[in-house]
T-cell receptor, first 117, second 113 residues
Framework: GAVVSQHPSWVICKSGTSVKIECRSLDFQATTMFWYRQFPKQSLMLMATSNEGSKATYEQGVEKDKFLINHASLTLSTLTVTSAHPEDSSFYIC?????????????FGPGTRLTVT | DAKTTQPTSMDCAEGRAANLPCNHSTISGNEYVYWYRQIHSQGPQYIIH???NNETNEMASLIITEDRKSSTLILPHATLRDTAVYYC??????????????FGQGTELSVKP
């Protein structure tokens, strides 16, 4: 199946700094990518929809100025957590549906574990 | 998208069939039933999807009731590696582009030796 990668797989940063997480579709193009956040023992929560060549769409309650999303190409979306705080520590996961006729699947990245100290 | 209800947890003996139920009583005619699973600390993995007919692939079978208000995911011969959280999601089919997936709490399946 199609592969989605994320980088880094884990990161530790100090409070107040910014962290960038990359999501890449390795063998297919995706005009849309999704970003999720998952806290321990909880389900995935959709944060935003990343759209290639246009602004991201954020879910209600997600601060767009804090979680900056850029979808610069058909294979790359980035999520930047600005001025990170300990409460931003979480597992961040991206997903991408391929631009393929008849495709109904979404492929998920392996996730990035962010720890803010 | 319609809301789904799943049991919080289930146990299954290794080698036996695991039957995971999902209720989606408010499903609309153009909404598909999707199943994903998430093994601990990994990204979710697509399992199967269906509209109204039963479906089978190399991983599982999906049985959808005639009124489409509920469905069951069947893992025919569960192994220890099938231990995961299983999510039933209902949404409009994606066509060329899958729409966003809204995850509920899912069912935590434990396969025991």
């Amino acid at each position: 199946g199609a592969v989605v990668s994320q980088h880094p797989s884990w990161v530790i940063c100090k409070s107040g700094t910014s962290v960038k997480i990359e999501c890449r579709s390795l063998d297919f193009q995706a005009t849309t990518m999704f970003w999720y956040r998952q806290f321990p023992k909880q389900s995935l929560m959709l944060m935003a929809t990343s759209n290639e060549g246009s602004k991201a769409t954020y879910e209600q309650g997600v601060e767009k100025d804090k979680f900056l999303i850029n979808h610069a190409s058909l294979t790359l979306s980035t999520l930047t957590v600005t001025s990170a705080h300990p409460e931003d520590s979480s597992f961040y996961i991206c997903s991408a549906p391929p631009v393929l006729a008849g495709s109904y699947e979404q492929y998920f990245g392996p996730g990035t574990r962010l720890t803010v100290t | 998208d319609a809301k789904t209800t799943q049991p919080t947890s289930m146990d299954c003996a290794e080698g036996r069939a695991a039957n995971l139920p999902c209720n989606h009583s408010t499903i609309s005619g153009n909404e598909y039933v999707y199943w994903y699973r998430q093994i601990h600390s990994q990204g979710p993995q697509y399992i199967i999807h269906g509209l109204k007919n039963n479906e089978t692939n190399e991983m599982a079978s999906l049985i959808i009731t005639e009124d489409r208000k509920s469905s069951t995911l069947i893992l025919p011969h569960a192994t220890l590696r099938d231990t995961a959280v299983y999510y039933c999601i209902v949404r409009v089919g994606g066509g060329n582009q899958g729409g966003k997936l809204i995850f509920g709490q899912g069912t935590e399946l434990s396969v025991k030796p």
